[in-house]
């Protein structure tokens, strides 16, 4: 399907077009020939974990990562036990790093990883609320050391911030055309974790990744578009929809791509589309050409909170030990189809 086809039968921004109506099919996924060497990913809470896992799998397709709210990789080893008693609290003690780099060395030996020369290049954020309660900042500061032993020059890779008096979510400045209702507690968290910070959160990550920016659109100009992402929904744990933001100019290609992982209970399912227009991404995204991919999560008996997976619940219940953080990652696969079909040129 042509691409201005694709963006009229999806959702557009307020004022643009009308929401998509619910009975009507979505459009796929569209070639938009995006720049292979300007790709970044960035998560929060359990998209931060998933973000990690990305990185760590296929570090030579990107550049960049940023991480909000989250722990080292692999922190939870495929236990759901590790995952809530250490991987958010340390009601089991801390993370063993060294463990975890054993962990790292294994998969290298049986190629389930990239190599340790692509993944020293990449560019790491790493940012944590002082007050989180939901996951320890302890574990943000964890992140930041296992990133320091594996990148080529940390001191210039590596940012790590954590801010006084945040809690757990994704900060953003408010905005004129925030809705009422939509923020939460800075704090305390909460609601759609978008927290009334005053802390431009996506700003910050962006910057630090991809260098000087332009300032951030005041009216944002582009197409944010609901797809269909049944191409992958044979990965166990995903939704029926995906969104997708094209700023103008972006639908001939060459533009960046930023892949933005929401938290637990931060989906559409849960929140509407609430994080899609809020965290401030989109308006970097507009003046900077970048396409901004925000994939979904669905709620499950095995996931009620609409989590990514950062334990192994997707992958096949035989295994003693899932391969959920690895190149054979049902979720990891699925999302690295989407970045492949996003990097295939528009013309064809």
């Known amino acids: 399907?042509?691409?201005?086809?694709?963006?009229?039968?999806?959702?557009?921004?307020?004022?643009?077009?009308?929401?998509?109506?619910?009975?009507?099919?979505?459009?796929?996924?569209?070639?938009?020939?995006?720049?292979?060497?300007?790709?970044?990913?960035?998560?929060?809470?359990?998209?931060?974990?998933?973000?990690?896992?990305?990185?760590?799998?296929?570090?030579?397709?990107?550049?960049?990562?940023?991480?909000?709210?989250?722990?080292?990789?692999?922190?939870?080893?495929?236990?759901?036990?590790?995952?809530?008693?250490?991987?958010?609290?340390?009601?089991?003690?801390?993370p063993e790093l060294d463990e975890l780099a054993n962990r790292h060395r294994d998969y290298l030996e049986r190629d389930l990883v990239g190599d340790r020369q692509a993944l020293a290049q990449l560019r790491v954020f790493v940012w944590h609320g002082a007050e989180d309660d939901t996951v320890s900042p302890d574990l943000g500061r964890a992140l930041a050391e296992q990133f320091q032993g594996w990148l080529a020059t940390p001191e210039e890779q590596l940012q790590q911030l954590e801010s006084e008096d945040i809690g757990h979510g994704w900060p953003v400045m408010a905005r004129v055309a925030t809705p009422v209702g939509i923020l939460a507690d800075c704090r305390n968290g909460g609601g759609t974790q978008l927290l009334a910070c005053g802390l431009d959160i996506a700003g910050e990550a962006l910057g630090w990744l991809?260098?000087?920016?332009?300032?951030?659109?005041?009216?944002?100009?582009?197409?944010?578009?609901?797809?269909?992402?049944?191409?992958?929904?044979?990965?166990?744990?995903?939704?029926?929809?995906?969104?997708?933001?094209?700023?103008?100019?972006?639908?001939?290609?060459?533009?960046?791509?930023?892949?933005?992982?929401?938290?637990?209970?931060?989906?559409?399912?849960?929140?509407?589309?609430?994080f899609v227009r809020h965290s401030g991404l989109n308006e970097w995204a507009a003046s900077n050409r970048r396409v901004i991919l925000y994939p979904q999560a669905d709620t499950s008996l095995a996931n009620p909170q609409g989590c990514w997976d950062w334990w192994g619940f997707a992958e096949s219940a035989w295994q003693l030990n899932p391969l959920h953080d690895t190149r054979q990652g049902t979720q990891i696969g699925a999302l690295m189809g989407m970045i492949d079909r996003l990097a295939e040129s528009p013309d064809d």
Not at 7 to 24: C, D, K, Q
Not at 57 to 63: L, T
Not at 239 to 268: I, Q, R, S
Request: glycine share 16%; with cysteine.
């Open 210 to 274: 991809h260098g000087e920016l332009a300032p951030p659109a005041e009216a944002v100009g582009g197409n944010l578009m609901r797809f269909d992402q049944a191409e992958v929904r044979d990965a166990k744990g995903l939704a029926d929809a995906g969104y997708l933001f094209v700023p103008e100019g972006c639908e001939d290609g060459g533009c960046g791509l930023t892949m933005a992982l929401h938290g637990c209970g931060m989906g559409a399912g849960q929140i509407d589309d609430a």
């Open 1 to 94: 399907m042509p691409l201005l086809a694709s963006v009229a039968a999806g959702l557009v921004l307020t004022g643009l077009a009308a929401p998509l109506a619910a009975a009507e099919r979505l459009p796929e996924l569209p070639p938009l020939g995006i720049a292979a060497d300007d790709v970044s990913v960035v998560g929060v809470s359990s998209g931060g974990y998933m973000a990690t896992q990305l990185a760590v799998a296929w570090p030579e397709r990107f550049s960049g990562l940023g991480v909000l709210a989250a722990g080292p990789w692999s922190c939870a080893r495929g236990a759901l036990r590790l995952a809530l008693g250490q991987c958010m609290t340390s009601r089991l003690g801390a």
